[in-house]
């Protein structure tokens, strides 16, 4: 098979996808997986800032399950808007790791949520590329004890129904298991390694 022959036969993403999960759900491995599925160069946005040991920890095993040879990384903890209008060519893809650390460390600076997610959205429609965005889904969780908890749980809320409005494709994640919320699955992403 050529090369032209094979990137046909490849599925294709949406403009936007939005896996959603708990904690531990396999939403990042899942996310990641759906993007090597489309074979195509990408970028990946980490949205995690190293700011403890247990932190630093975290975001050193998603670099090793991902591996780094095949992977452009930007840290964009702040600026995620910008950082998507910086992405190209079309040919990539990007994948946000994730929507819930950016809309916590905006709410920790001060940031006004609604405007900083709408700032997102709008990054995100132009986005000349398919964009796999992951995010908690926090509405199971018992209610904070704390007004900035109830603020986050609430705003990561508003934010995930404004991704799944926009998005193409929604996948939940629980257990490591994907169910389809919106959109189609490209062929072979249940089965991919």
């Not at 993403?13 to 531990?24: E, I, N, Q």
């Not at 997102?120 to 004890?145: D, H, K, Q």
Request: contains cysteine; charged residues 15%; aromatic residues 4%.
């Amino acid at each position: 098979m050529t090369g032209s022959n094979k990137a046909a036969n490849r599925p294709a993403l949406p403009g936007m996808s939005l896996v959603l999960g708990g904690a531990r759900s396999g939403k990042s491995r899942f996310a990641e997986r759906l993007v090597r599925l489309a074979g195509i160069p990408c970028t990946y946005l980490a949205t995690a800032e190293p700011s403890d040991q247990e932190m630093q920890a975290r975001i050193a095993r998603h670099r090793a399950d991902r591996g780094t040879a095949a992977w452009i990384v930007i840290e964009a903890p702040q600026d995620l808007a910008g950082a998507i209008a910086g992405l190209g060519p079309p040919s990539c893809a990007a994948l946000i790791d994730c929507a819930t650390l950016w809309l916590s460390n905006r709410l920790l600076a001060g940031a006004d949520s609604e405007a900083a997610a709408a700032a997102l959205i709008e990054a995100l429609v132009a986005a000349p590329m398919p964009v796999v965005v992951v995010s908690n889904e926090v509405g199971w969780s018992p209610v904070p004890l704390t007004p900035l908890g109830r603020a986050f749980r609430d705003a990561q809320g508003r934010l995930n129904q404004r991704l799944a409005e926009r998005a193409g494709l929604v996948v939940g994640i629980i257990a490591g298991l994907p169910m389809v919320l919106k959109g189609r699955l490209p062929p072979g992403i249940a089965h991919a390694g």
